[in-house]
DNA sequence: GTAGGGTTAG
């Protein structure tokens, strides 16, 4: 048939045929050779066929590549090799998968042509089973030796994260070349081994193995995502200064590391041997540049680089909006987002998912739950970085639902057991009040790190339950995760969120001398708060005196609420005083000396206060709470009458407000200014958020339901007298967060025990 | 027709 095909091609002369001997036909001239060969009938002449085959594929027509091989009545190993190079170019993994099982069915060996073109495709596909296959029939079919092949085996391995086999397969080499050997050095620096990577790198001369781009561009690679990024500057000057031209690939390794270091100049000069080199083509190149002068600051650079890109590229605009957003112009940012997504630009997971992170780190939590709503609308999938990216949002908003909805989501896509993923969750249900559910997440992290024990740990102490935290604590160093300086604010906050001083110094002492972390001011500010709230008000400002740095805002404003507590003047005036100073625009502080004025009926002094607020232009900030209902976030600020549910709010306030007075309660007015009458006093703390919020659950949930509310400032006494009576009134679980901690309203009582 | 895939989101 063969002898056929090649003396029919020979003694036609046809131009149309002699074209498919050739791999540069068209696709329009193949079609017309196959026209030609169905006409003249040679069309199940091998020759001719698998050319065709091959041409059709590499056109990427797989249907008629198909249609042509089932024409052959006894195909060659050839014939299939040519379908499955083509369809792994094509990025078709999976059915050159099939195709290739279908030559093994048919007792076809494979050759060295097919073997590492279809473990190209198990990499791609990380199969490490079919993987694991293909070696198999490759070293039966007489390759274990093959240097190609093998080579290819290391990088399937390496992609399906099996570093040991990379290795075994690497060291059963007689003699590894430099493609193996660097195959090996960027596996080791891509699965987080950099250490290893750069010492066989080091060893790759003394094998007589000259490092190449590959093995220099992997390894200052694997120096920048272990977070290594000075290493990762000092390979790449050392490449350049060896000889080695860095290329597109080292460019874009180390300008990120050069922006995480700030070091600009640096960054300017790759900046410089880009032009030079021609290599501002590149797109990942450019996006690398945008980044580097985004992390120096440089917006006008920045904006100037993607300004000159000739056409725009997804990973750029990324970029743009990462680094506009990162130096305070979020708005800047947002609204080129909706521009590039009304100009039919393709964005992708990192489009919506940087600009989720964008809204969630300026404070726009609403904003951020409804892109990730948009996002999902437009068929764009979350994963496992835009679950952590949305969960804060709902964490502060107290947005239950969608936070489950992103937990089921997580679940139903398998990325639930992801570190960060975990981690996220556990903060989010702590904040949401569920603290068990929390737990359980916890629980379910199979490789934990230090971010997800101190999440628990600080879940608990924000609920007040300091044993709860303490067994984290001890659970986490007998895994020997050694804690941080942000595990023992966890604790020692737990500690003082119940009063429990001699634990919390025991904590406190031990931070220097058993893990040698110093008490930096926070932690100084924790043990502030520790003694203030316990009533040890004297010992707590020696303390401040005593503190080896000078004391912050932190502390000093951890000593004013401690006196607004126990309502001690002096020291509250001596607190004040101080914090004036450090924070003159905080109202917070104002209004905190205020208070502990009025609770001692001291209303010249509330008065003098009141006028210095007002001539430095300072006003309160507005109280402000946040309910879930029905999968809907409502926000309600103090006095803001703006809601459209707002009359009924009201009218079911009064008339919980007439029930309490019955059952002898009297509002609190202590807080409230005090030149209006008592009356207006009321009204003023019925206009409390946390209120509107409580009772806005009440009128939209069904008798039972718990209420989750969030606010913004700490819970006043009255309401949190207001809200233990509703709970008990109403038969409802109430939770109310506010900037300190969590209170459980259940049955007339506060999880707190009124200790704030 | 064996190795890298670099960059932008936590």
Same mark, same amino acid.
């Given at each position: 048939m063969r002898n056929r095909g090649i003396h029919l091609f020979e003694n036609l002369n046809s131009p149309v045929l002699n074209c498919?001997?050739?791999?540069?036909?068209s696709l329009s001239q193949t079609r017309q050779a196959h026209a030609y060969i169905l006409k003249t009938g040679v069309s199940n002449d091998t020759h001719f066929a698998t050319k065709l085959l091959s041409l059709y594929a590499n056109h990427g027509c797989f249907a008629d590549a198909n249609l042509v091989l089932s024409s052959i009545p006894d195909p060659s190993v050839f014939s299939f090799s040519s379908l499955i190079y083509a369809l792994t170019k094509f990025n078709l993994l999976g059915q050159s998968l099939l195709v290739f099982s279908r030559m093994a069915s048919l007792g076809l060996a494979p050759d060295s042509r097919v073997l590492p073109n279809i473990t190209k495709a198990c990499a791609g596909l990380s199969s490490l089973k079919s993987g694991q296959q293909v070696h198999g029939i490759a070293n039966v079919s007489?390759?274990?030796?093959?240097v190609i092949v093998q080579s290819s085996l290391i990088h399937m391995y390496v992609k399906c994260g099996q570093m040991d086999d990379a290795r075994k397969v690497f060291d059963r080499l007689p003699q590894p070349d430099v493609v193996a050997c660097s195959a090996l050095v960027a596996g080791y620096a891509r699965q987080g081994c950099v250490e290893k990577a750069h010492e066989l790198f080091n060893e790759m001369r003394g094998l007589g193995l000259e490092p190449n781009l590959v093995s220099w561009n992997g390894v200052i690679a694997g120096f920048n995502h272990s977070g290594r990024h000075y290493e990762a500057a000092v390979m790449f000057k050392k490449m350049h200064l060896e000889g080695f031209n860095p290329d597109e690939g080292s460019v874009s390794s180390v300008l990120p590391a050069l922006g995480d270091l700030e070091m600009l100049d640096t960054g300017i000069q790759v900046h410089g041997y880009v032009i030079v080199q021609g290599l501002g083509q590149d797109k990942c190149v450019v996006t690398a540049l945008i980044d580097m002068y985004a992390k120096c600051a440089c917006t006008l650079e920045l904006s100037r680089v993607f300004d000159e890109m000739e056409d725009r590229d997804i990973g750029a605009c990324n970029a743009l909006i990462t680094g506009l957003s990162r130096n305070g112009l979020f708005g800047n940012a947002l609204e080129l987002f909706r521009q590039f997504k009304d100009q039919g630009m393709e964005l992708n997971v990192v489009s919506w998912t940087s600009m989720i992170a964008s809204c969630s780190q300026n404070g726009k939590d609403i904003e951020a739950l409804e892109l990730f709503r948009e996002m999902q609308f437009e068929g764009m999938k979350p994963n496992s970085v835009t679950i952590p990216c949305i969960l804060p949002a709902c964490a502060n908003t107290a947005a239950l639902m969608h936070g489950k909805a992103a937990h089921c989501f997580s679940l139903r896509s398998g990325i639930s057991n992801d570190v960060y993923v975990g981690s996220a969750l556990v903060d989010m249900y702590a904040k949401c009040g569920k603290i068990q559910i929390s737990r359980l997440c916890f629980d379910n992290i199979p490789i934990k790190n230090l971010v997800c024990w101190n999440a628990i740990m600080r879940g608990y102490a924000m609920h007040g339950k300091v044993n709860e935290a303490m067994e984290i604590f001890h659970m986490m160093l007998k895994s020997r995760q050694k804690p941080d300086c942000i595990s023992f604010t966890c604790i020692l906050s737990a500690c003082s969120q119940v009063g429990l001083m001699d634990q919390g110094w025991v904590y406190f002492n031990s931070?220097?001398?058993?893990?040698g972390i110093e008490p930096k001011v926070e932690h100084y500010a924790c043990m502030i708060t520790l003694m203030g709230r316990a009533g040890k008000l004297e010992e707590a400002y020696t303390m401040i005196k005593q503190m080896p740095f000078q004391p912050d805002g932190c502390v000093w404003g951890a000593l004013l609420s401690s006196c607004r507590v126990h309502k001690n003047v002096i020291l509250g005036e001596a607190a004040a005083k101080k914090l004036f100073k450090l924070? =003159?625009?905080?109202p917070g502080n104002y209004i905190l000396l205020s208070n502990i004025y009025a609770s001692k009926a001291m209303w010249a002094e509330v008065d003098t206060l009141r006028d210095t607020m007002k001539s430095m232009g300072l006003r309160k900030n507005p109280g402000c709470s946040w309910i879930e209902i029905k999968n809907k976030v409502h926000m309600l600020l103090a006095g803001?009458?703006?809601? =459209?549910q707002m009359t009924q709010i009201m009218g079911k306030l009064n008339k919980l407000s007439m029930e309490m007075k019955k059952s002898g309660y009297f509002p609190?007015?202590?807080?409230?200014?005090?030149?209006?009458?008592e009356q207006d006093k009321e009204q003023i703390l019925c206009g409390h958020s946390e209120k509107l919020a409580v009772v806005l659950g009440l009128l939209n949930t069904l008798p039972g339901t718990s209420l989750q509310v969030i606010k913004n400032l700490r819970i006043c006494d009255d309401c949190h007298a207001v809200i233990k009576y509703i709970s008990r009134f109403e038969g409802r679980e109430i939770f109310v967060r506010d900037t300190n901690r969590f209170h459980h309203f259940k049955d007339g009582v506060c999880s707190c025990g009124d200790y704030w």
């Open positions: 498919i001997n050739s791999a540069t036909a007489g390759f274990s030796l093959d931070m220097s001398r058993d893990h924070e =003159p625009k905080n803001d009458k703006s809601h =459209p609190n007015t202590d807080f409230v200014l005090h030149d209006v009458e």
